[in-house]
């Protein structure tokens, strides 16, 4: 199964990027919504863990071997269900935590 969010992710100090979040079978895609940028893909063998934190806002963060990459994802009304989704498709370690 498939699903796609907006993400605004952490590019630099004071920056911020806007990325499609496409997540599919043992696979991550952010896809930028400005075509400046490049796509990332974090494939499940890259992926240490992933971190959901409902505050005010919905935040991730993905934890990988060689990087990390965190973000704010927009437009969420059923916060459990990317939680699910993301457990559904990554084998990894998936956190979630409500504020």
């Known amino acids: 199964m498939e699903v796609d969010y907006y993400i605004k992710v952490k590019t630099g100090f004071f920056k911020t990027t806007k990325y499609q979040l496409v997540v599919?079978?043992?696979?991550?895609?952010?896809?930028p919504v400005n075509s400046n940028e490049q796509k990332i893909s974090l494939k499940e063998d890259e992926i240490?863990?992933?971190?959901?934190?409902?505050?005010?806002?919905?935040?991730?963060?993905?934890?990988?071997?060689?990087?990390?990459?965190t973000g704010t994802l927009s437009d969420i009304k059923d916060?459990?269900?990317?939680?699910?989704?993301?457990?559904e498709n990554i084998n990894k370690t998936i956190i979630y935590e409500e504020d």
């Open 24 to 31: 599919a079978d043992s696979l991550v895609e952010l896809i």
């Open 48 to 69: 240490i863990s992933i971190l959901i934190r409902k505050k005010e806002n919905l935040y991730v963060s993905f934890d990988l071997k060689e990087r990390g990459i």
């Open 79 to 87: 916060t459990q269900k990317i939680f699910k989704l993301l457990k």
